[in-house]
């Protein structure tokens, strides 16, 4: 799966940013979706995942450490999920990737990118007074 993630930027503490993750010949709806992050001189950070769609369900899981400020979702007429990040802070910086697996059931994304078999190229998100 060919997966496309942009939407980085630099941005002021405090301030919001929108990733969004397409894959231009695959139904994302079908596919457990995962953002992760990875810092300079850090190991890969999972951040928060959504579970295929079914139905009116929607499940997605966080890391600690983003809950109450970002938010995943998906627009299915544009295949696309979105990462809304609010609330950034200079810990936020690192690059962004989007992954994917097939999955079904409740998705994991915190010491989990072993689950995960496709990768987009990362988008830069910087957070910096």
């Known amino acids: 799966v060919q997966l496309q993630a942009s939407g980085g930027g630099l941005v002021h503490p405090g301030g919001s940013l929108r990733l969004s993750c397409e894959a231009p010949?695959?139904?994302?709806?079908?596919?457990?979706v995962g953002w992760f992050r990875q810092a300079p001189g850090k190991q890969r950070e999972g951040v928060s995942c959504?579970?295929?769609?079914?139905?009116?369900?929607?499940?997605?899981a966080y890391a600690e450490s983003v809950k109450e400020r970002f938010t995943i979702s998906r627009d299915s007429a544009k295949n696309t999920v979105y990462l809304q990040m609010m609330s950034l802070k200079p810990e936020d910086t690192a690059v962004y990737y989007c992954?994917?697996?097939?999955?079904?059931?409740?998705?994991?994304?915190?010491?989990?990118?072993?689950?995960?078999?496709?990768w987009g190229q990362g988008t830069q998100v910087t957070v910096s007074s």
């Open positions: 992954a994917t697996n097939d999955l079904q059931g409740p998705c994991k994304v915190v010491f989990a990118a072993h689950e995960y078999s496709d």
């Open positions: 959504i579970s295929p769609t079914a139905g009116r369900s929607v499940y997605s």
């Open positions: 010949d695959h139904t994302l709806d079908l596919k457990t």
